[in-house]
């Protein structure tokens, strides 16, 4: 069987590909047509490997021989499609079946001929950049390999996923389906499954979790692939594309989560790839381009539906919190849909009276809005197919679409007040700014406070904070539940007021989704220590701002003394931006927390075993005792005891042979309505994690119970 890792690499490197190769654009004239064509491939193997899980769980057989049979299918459709692709490319255009072979050989030798002379223009343009690009260039491209050593080297110790992420798929595979179950961690249940049910084929055709960190790497690659083309469709040339990535690529929050099993990054590469598509309608060549772009405009409301409703709901079923961007994205697309249906115009016929021709342009920008709302439909209706059979689990065991009460009102802010909508936006932003120079940090977070009393609210109040955290909190370091992103931060917002301020209406529209967007999580989402990874999509989304900005800033034309001065001082600035950036990206991946390539806690010199509990390493050797010591009484059915955040995954690691020889693991606690736990007295041993005195209790009379500090277990007595 091969293993997550080879798997992984082989899809990505042969049927991605191939399938974008299927998909791309064949008018020469769409932008950036390569990142386009991966876009859409991501885009339908991704709504793929969802529709998998949840049609395997209908039918509960979520097993290794169903991802193995869908797969099997999927390789072979991509093969048909690239077949028909080769058959379409090779025919000339506008050619008949019977075409005359001298013809078709004509067509392959144009079409190489103009593929080596793209080369030729590649290589040149490569030899001709600025040794300042080649920096750049290699800065980014040691971060990558440095997090890919990472992704590849570490195993999974993300506190989230030790608690919910991973434990999740681990029952999916137990009970062959990713229907609801009993468990006293709610946001098991709960919580978007879009990334894990990715990684839920990973699990069952290799059996470990040794190549899921290479989700959120590639989500990041896809990300950075996606923001690049934004940039272009904005109007950014090579430069800005190359700052885009740059930013990104030197961004610790994005550096750090791409070697992590967290889902921030993977939501956000959806976002970016719904972005991209959208901006599509803006910049594909108009009408009067000529009847054959007037064709494929025509034609691009359902080809776009298709994408869009797959990014809409491939976001919808991972995290919500993107549908907060993606909802301004697709207003845009519509109303620029709509206006555009309403200004289109045709030539009058020769015969024809200007009183038809008036008839006939009217009822064309009818049939073009009739058009433009049934791919609106459209678009919504493929989502609500990806998300709808989680949303229908949630409302018939929640009642509600979203989940439990206890999630929204933990999660979301529970007023409408201005005033605390404000304190909730600035605390967000003080947060993500967050810098190592105190004075800053400090000053930012005593203005927050200050205006609060100011308007006499609360700056931790309930309502718009989760639990009992407190603001502020240290945010710069590079922990990736906490990074923040200063530069980035404050190059998107200058990128943003620069697109509002210069335009033109594109970049002024884009600008303005972006400012709603973090206007919605402001509104929405209550503030948390940890809020920076929440905000992932908007960094992304942000940067090809501040890519332009920076390649304007870079390439702009000095025609007098002022003017060659200032543009002195912004090269030197945005040369020290650069620098500064690289050295946080490199000190990040050297450095970063959980996972690091150098000093004490280096994936070099970890185990396994200890990388897993790098976070609580005084656990593990609780961990260790327990579970060697039930496995020793080979038990069939485990009973777990735990509270909301305890780690429940250590337990499916440190039992995996015996999980994979039919041993079961049950929890003996649910807060899952209608879902009841498992009898205490139909297991033959419990492990506890954190809350001892429940385990005690549940704990069968004239059972063994030893209490170790954080982990307990029990036994029945022996024969």
Not at 269 to 283: G, I, P, Q, R, S
Request: net charge neutral; charged share 15%.
């Amino acid at each position: 069987m091969l293993n997550g890792a080879v798997l992984l690499v082989l899809w990505l490197l042969v049927q991605l590909p191939a399938l974008a190769y299927a998909l791309r654009p064949r008018d020469g004239a769409v932008l950036a047509p390569v990142r386009l064509a991966v876009v859409r491939a991501a885009l339908v193997l991704g709504a793929y490997a969802v529709a998998v899980v949840e049609a395997a769980t209908l039918a509960t057989a979520l097993t290794r021989t169903t991802i193995a049979v869908a797969w099997a299918v999927a390789t072979a459709a991509v093969i048909a499609a690239v077949l028909v692709r080769c058959v379409r490319d090779l025919a000339p255009e506008g050619g008949r079946r019977g075409q005359p072979l001298d013809a078709l050989r004509e067509e392959l030798r144009s079409r190489r001929g103009a593929t080596r002379r793209t080369w030729r223009r590649t290589k040149s343009a490569a030899a001709a950049a600025p040794a300042w690009q080649w920096v750049i260039a290699c800065v980014v491209a040691i971060l990558a390999v440095s997090v890919a050593v990472l992704a590849i080297g570490s195993s999974p110790n993300n506190f989230d996923s030790q608690t919910y992420h991973l434990p999740r798929i681990e029952h999916w595979v137990q009970n062959a389906g990713a229907a609801v179950y009993p468990t006293a961690i709610h946001r098991q249940v709960d919580l978007g499954p879009g990334a894990e049910y990715l990684l839920t084929h990973l699990r069952l055709v290799s059996g470990g979790d040794g190549a899921y960190h290479l989700l959120q790497y590639f989500a990041g690659v896809g990300a950075a692939l996606a923001a690049s083309r934004i940039a272009a469709q904005l109007g950014g040339g090579p430069v800005a594309q190359l700052a885009t990535v740059f930013l990104l690529a030197t961004t610790p929050e994005v550096l750090l989560q791409a070697s992590s099993t967290q889902v921030d990054l993977v939501a956000a590469a959806w976002v970016a790839c719904l972005a991209t598509v959208v901006l599509d309608e803006f910049t594909r060549p108009g009408d009067a381009a000529g009847a054959g772009t007037a064709v494929l405009r025509a034609a691009a409301p359902h080809s776009d539906a298709l994408y869009l409703g797959l990014a809409l709901g491939l976001i919808a079923v991972t995290k919500t919190t993107g549908l907060l961007a993606a909802a301004p994205l697709l207003l845009i697309w519509g109303i620029g849909r709509l206006v555009r249906d309403g200004r289109r115009r045709r030539p009058c016929l020769c015969g024809r009276s200007p009183g038809r021709c008036s008839r006939a342009d009217g009822s064309r920008a009818w049939q073009s809005r009739a058009a433009t709302v049934a791919a609106s439909l459209a678009v919504l209706a493929l989502a609500l197919v990806l998300v709808g059979p989680f949303l229908w689990r949630m409302q018939q065991t929640f009642g509600h679409p979203l989940g439990p009460d206890m999630l929204r009102e933990s999660i979301g802010v529970q007023t409408a007040d201005p005033r605390l909508l404000l304190v909730n936006a600035l605390r967000i932003a003080q947060t993500g700014l967050d810098t190592p120079l105190p004075f800053l940090s400090d000053a930012f977070a005593a203005l927050v406070n200050g205006l609060a009393s100011l308007m006499g609210v609360d700056v931790n109040d309930p309502r718009i904070t989760f639990g009992s955290t407190e603001f502020p909190v240290p945010a710069w370091y590079p922990d990736e539940d906490r990074a923040a992103f200063p530069l980035t931060g404050l190059a998107t917002l200058a990128g943003v007021i620069w697109f509002a301020v210069k335009g033109p209406g594109l970049r002024r529209a884009y600008a303005a989704a972006l400012v709603f967007a973090f206007i919605g999580v402001a509104c929405t989402v209550s503030w948390q220590p940890w809020v920076n990874r929440l905000v992932m999509f908007l960094v992304v989304l942000g940067a090809p701002a501040a890519g332009l900005l920076a390649a304007s800033l870079v390439r702009s034309v000095a025609r007098s003394l002022a003017e060659r001065r200032r543009r002195r001082v912004a090269i030197a600035f945005v040369t020290a931006v650069a620098v500064v950036a690289s050295l946080a990206g490199v000190l990040t991946v050297a450095y970063g927390f959980p996972r690091r390539l150098a000093g004490t806690w280096s994936v070099f010199t970890l185990t396994d075993l200890e990388e897993r509990f790098v976070r609580r390493l005084e656990w593990l050797p609780q961990y260790e005792e327990a579970a060697a010591a039930v496995a020793a009484r080979e038990p069939e059915r485990i009973g777990v005891v735990q509270g909301n955040d305890s780690w429940e995954y250590p337990w499916w690691v440190l039992f995996r042979d015996e999980v994979e020889d039919g041993m079961a693991i049950v929890a003996l606690q649910s807060v899952v309505p209608g879902e009841e736990p498992a009898d205490p007295a139909s297991v033959d041993a419990i492990v506890c994690a954190e809350d001892l005195d429940e385990c005690r209790g549940l704990t069968p009379e004239g059972w063994e119970f030893h209490d170790l500090g954080t982990v307990a277990y029990a036994l029945p007595p022996q024969a």
